[in-house]
């Protein structure tokens, strides 16, 4: 059975830094597309930043480059994100997501075959 779990969400205040993690198991991780989303509320999920199987290849949305780095251990079967300069408009559930890498890198949710359940990040003063 694939599962996904996040963790290291919470609440920051703007300016403030958190680093995301995904664990993953049930799936041969150096043979996945990782990515993650983020859902704001009252709105649809949006792509945030996706890596290549091998960890080569990176892409982020505009509103995160320069701030977000998106990074694997394959080693550890693990995502990470981490997320510098947080801004308000960064609140949301952040998702992490799985794609087979015989597939192309995407930035689409409904490419990803596999999600965890989220973790809350709040940004806020």
């Known amino acids: 059975q694939v599962q996904l779990e996040e963790s290291g969400g919470g609440l920051v205040q703007p300016g403030g830094s958190l680093r995301l993690s995904c664990t993953t198991s049930?799936?041969?991780?150096?043979?996945?597309?990782m990515a993650w989303f983020r859902q704001p509320p009252g709105k649809e999920r949006e792509f945030v930043g996706a890596i290549s199987a091998a960890g080569l290849i990176t892409e982020y949305t505009d509103s995160v480059k320069g701030r977000f780095t998106i990074s694997r251990d394959n080693a550890k079967n693990t995502l990470y994100l981490q997320m510098n300069s947080l801004k308000p408009g960064d609140t949301a559930v952040y998702y992490c997501?799985?794609?087979?890498?015989?597939?192309?890198?995407?930035?689409?949710?409904?490419?990803?075959?596999?999600w965890g359940q989220g973790t809350q990040v709040t940004v806020s003063s």
């Open positions: 997501a799985a794609r087979s890498l015989n597939l192309v890198l995407s930035t689409t949710a409904h490419d990803y075959n596999y």
């Open positions: 049930g799936l041969t991780f150096s043979r996945h597309h």
